[in-house]
Structure formats: C-alpha cells, structure tokens
C-alpha cells in the first residue's frame, strides 16, 4: 500500500466508448462509482487504474497520458487519494473477475451525474468530461 501525504493511493479509471460512461456498482452494491483500487508497491497509477479497470468492470482500452484529476475520500477512519485517468475502451468482456460482485451499465452523461453520489468524483467527472468532449 503506498502512502501520498498520509493519505492511501488509488487509481481509477473513467471508461468511455462513444458518448457513454462505464460505471459499476460498489463492492457492496449501493452506489455507483468507477473502478478504482489501490496502487500496489512497483505499481504505477495508470497500470493500476488498468487492472482495476479490468478486474472490476471487464473492460480492456488504453489511457490518456496525462491524469484528468485526483479527490480525496474518507472510508473506515482512512483517507484515499485517487488519481483518476480517462481510458478510452477497446474491449468489453463478457464475463471478468468480480462480475458476480459487481453490475456494470453504460450511462450518458447526464446519467452519470445522477447516479455518482461522490461529491469529489463528481467533481472530477465533470472536468473530465468537459475536457474530453471538447477535444472530441
């Protein structure tokens, strides 16, 4: 577990086939977030925010370079840093590792807003998308 100012390093990703968002359900099944998790010694961010995005959601595409932000939340008395990369996806699977944990749906925009309950996620998500649609 690698620590940043005190605070746990995550990575996550945010991932957009054409004009929808994947998100899935939390490990407990009530709310709705993006796949993220921790970045393990030896891990960089983006190859976490990969595997995460693999293992929690069955989803395969490449990054963008650069992180599209990062938020702070707290869980069980700890704090998390989560850098958040946008990843542009290649490949759905039918079946991956946590699907019988997780349900996965692709929203449009206004969706995602109204399912993320996160308000630094949310905050991040909105950059995001703003960014990423005006390059588009």
Known sequence: MQ??????????????????TCIITSSNGKRWVIP????????????????????EAGLVGTLHSEPVGSYIYE???????????????????????????????????SGLFERIAEPGLLEVLRFALEKHYATV
């Open 36 to 55: 993220k998790g921790l970045i393990e010694p030896g891990q960089t961010a983006g190859e976490a925010a990969l595997q995460e995005a693999w293992e």
């Open 75 to 109: 869980k069980y008395g700890n704090t998390y840093h989560v850098i958040v990369f946008v990843m542009d996806v290649t490949e759905v699977a039918t079946e991956w590792p946590e699907q019988g944990l997780r349900r996965r749906t692709w929203v449009s925009r």
């Open 3 to 20: 620590l940043f100012d005190g605070h746990i390093r995550q990575a996550a990703a945010l991932p957009l086939k054409g004009s929808k």
